[in-house]
Each structure stands twice: as C-alpha cells, then as structure tokens.
C-alpha cells in the first residue's frame, strides 16, 4: 500500500506540474516578442515565421489546457472531480501492476538451463541456491518443489501446483481494483448526464417556457460528464486489457516450466 500511496502522490505531481508549463510557457513567447520589436534591423521575412509558429504552438497549447478546464468546470465539480479521481486511482493500480508484471517477468529457458547444471555439478542444495538468488515467480515455485524432492515426484507435483496458484493469486491482485473504476468511471458520468437533464427540465419548468438555448446548454454541461467518463473507462480498458495479457503469459510460463521441472527431476532421480 506505501508504493500505491507513492505512485498516487507521483502521478499527482505530474499533473500539477503538466497544468503549471502551460503558464510558464506564456514567458519564452512574451521575450521572444519583445526581442523582435527592438531589433528591427533584422530581416521581416527570416525572424517572422519562427515567431509566428512559437505564437500558434504556445496558443494551441494555452486553447486547449483552456478547454479542458472550461469543460472540466461546466460538466460540476463534483461528478468531474470523482471521475478524475477513478483515473488517478486507475492508473496508480495500473502502473504498480505494470511494474510487479514486468519485475515477474524471466527468462525461464535460461533458469532451467541453471537449474540442471546446478544440480549436476552441486546438486538439490547448489539448484535452490540458484532459485533462491533469481527473482520471479517461476524461481519460487522451482525453489518449493526443489525443497520437497526427498518426498518424492508426487509430494514435489503437488506443491508446485499448490504455490503455482498462490502465485498467479498475486499476480492478478489489484486487478479487481482497475476493473471497478472502469465501471464505476461511465457510471459516475451517466449519474452526471442523469442530473443534469433534470437540473435542465427544472429550469424549463421555472421559466415557464421551452428555450433552445436553455435546453441546448443544459444537455451539453450534462453530456460532458458522460464524455470524461467513458474516455476515463477507455484508457483504464487498454491497460486491463494488457495487464490481463501479460499475467495470461506469465502464467503460461509458469505451467510450462513446471512441468520441464518435473521432467528433471526424474531424470536426476533417475541418474541416482
């Protein structure tokens, strides 16, 4: 919980700090002006298109940090900010489980590889001691099953299987977690869509009269919520999807090697 604390205070910084460049990219374009204006020796045609495309990129960059905030604040505070907080949340458990997957991730050809010339030169002792020092799942479920070889091929099978499923538990944690936001994300702007209709009919009703102007503007702030929150649901979807695929290989690995693991021990067994 510290890291996914950490990560939320990290992606928090980050947004501060994204929506703080626009203004301080107003700065370069006010010295760049300046400094035209006084040197007037200088040919128009050279020093103009620069200037003129810093201007538009520092403009589009302003019109658009300017858009986002305008939508932001006519879609409410309130169902804007809990949608924007099922992104944060999203993405923190996102980016942990990018990481964990990607720190999980091994070479299992190679690890085989150590583990039989491990256990040919030093034997079940120097095998686990390879186990032991190599990080993933597929090294602790080696090591289990190295340490209960004395018991024989069937107690050795049954405890890969056993912590096999312990670790593919860990594997999908917080998976559920990413899931809820996707849909609790579209359902917050439907909530938000849902109430403001009403909120527009209510001001139909006091003013006694059918504007489209009235009705216009208020189905617009009310369909912005349905907006950020299915683009919020879009972009948690991707990451489940490739977090789901990646834990599907891992696993894949993991049952695959499993069964190489048998396979040499018997032979190792068979040697003796």
């Not at 932001?72 to 309130?78: A, D, K, N, R, Y």
């Not at 002792?125 to 090591?143: L, M, N, Q, W």
């Not at 499923?165 to 899931?179: F, K, M, P």
């Amino acid at each position: 919980m510290k890291k996914l604390f950490a990560l939320i205070a990290v992606f928090g910084m980050l947004l501060f700090v994204a929506s703080r460049s626009v203004v301080a990219q107003d700065q370069p374009a006010a010295t760049t002006t300046e400094a035209v204006d006084t040197t007037q020796a200088a040919p128009a045609d050279v020093v103009a298109d620069p200037i003129e495309e810093a201007a538009a990129t520092t403009e589009e960059g302003k019109s658009l940090h300017s858009a986002l905030k305008q939508k932001f604040i006519e879609g409410g505070p309130g169902f804007m900010t809990s949608i924007l907080l099922c992104l944060i949340l999203g993405l923190a458990f996102a980016i942990e489980r990018v990481i964990y997957l990607n720190l999980a991730t091994s070479n299992t050809k190679k690890l085989l590889v150590k583990v039989e010339d491990a256990m040919n030169n030093g034997g079940v002792e120097a095998a686990k001691e390879v186990c032991r020092t190599t990080r993933g799942p597929v090294a602790s479920i080696f090591y289990q099953g190295l340490d209960r070889i004395d018991d024989g091929i069937d107690v050795v099978e049954k405890s890969i299987v056993s912590y096999g499923g312990v670790q593919a538990s860990l594997l999908e944690r917080n998976l559920t977690w990413i899931a809820l936001f996707i849909a609790l994300a579209p359902m917050l702007g439907f909530m938000g869509t849902v109430i403001g209709m009403i909120q527009a009919f209510d001001a139909i009703e006091q003013a006694g009269d059918i504007s489209p102007t009235l009705v216009a503007a208020g189905i617009k702030v009310a369909l912005i919520t349905t907006v950020f929150g299915l683009i919020v649901a879009i972009i948690l979807q991707i990451f489940y999807n490739y977090l789901a695929n990646k834990i599907e290989s891992i696993v894949g690995d993991m049952e695959d090697s499993s069964i190489s693991l048998i396979d040499l021990l018997v032979k190792h067994n068979l040697k003796k």
